[in-house]
């Protein structure tokens, strides 16, 4: 039977061990977007690159790390994937019925069931509220950080945007300019294709 003290010296431990992983985690984080779109109010960020060290270092089997990847099925099918995702619940829904003038383009709308949707998901997949949540869309700029938000008003603490997202940030010069060939998920060699999972996939 163990004594006081040393059940006492194994809790102080634990404890410690608890506070280093969680500040291993804060180190990770990237800075804060000086956009006030892209902020969050929890106020946790990270890149692609952090958030794949999130998802594979085997130091952090501690703490559950979650990717749900935001962006419209249509747009995965023809931009790529990662099989590194848990989840995958749009938080905008392109509608091919409305066409946005100003941007030349599809219009949408928000998911209005975006939270309760991703929550049945967590539950089914047994993630508790404690869990780290990572929310990848396109380039980090108007679905992740509201996303995020979502989750982290019904009780959520520890949701991150990634900052630059699947694809990344447009080139402002040379060949590319205008391309999304900088940073994000698909441009800092990540893994990912185009095969999508039967069971993440939304819908599927």
Known sequence: MMSTKACSTMYLRAILFALLSVLSFNSLAADTPSKPGMQTRAGLYVDAVEAYDMLTDSTRKDKEVILIDVRDPVEIKFTGYTDLTDIHVPWKIIDTSKWDDKKQSYGGYTNPDFAREVEARLIKLGVDKGAHLIFM?????????????ALYDIGYPNVYSMTDGFEGDKSKSG????????????NSKLPWGWKLERGIAYGS
């Open 137 to 149: 869309c396109r380039s980090g700029s108007t679905r992740s950080a509201p996303a995020a938000d």
């Open 175 to 186: 060949e590319h300019k205008g391309a999304r060939v900088v940073n994000g998920w698909k």
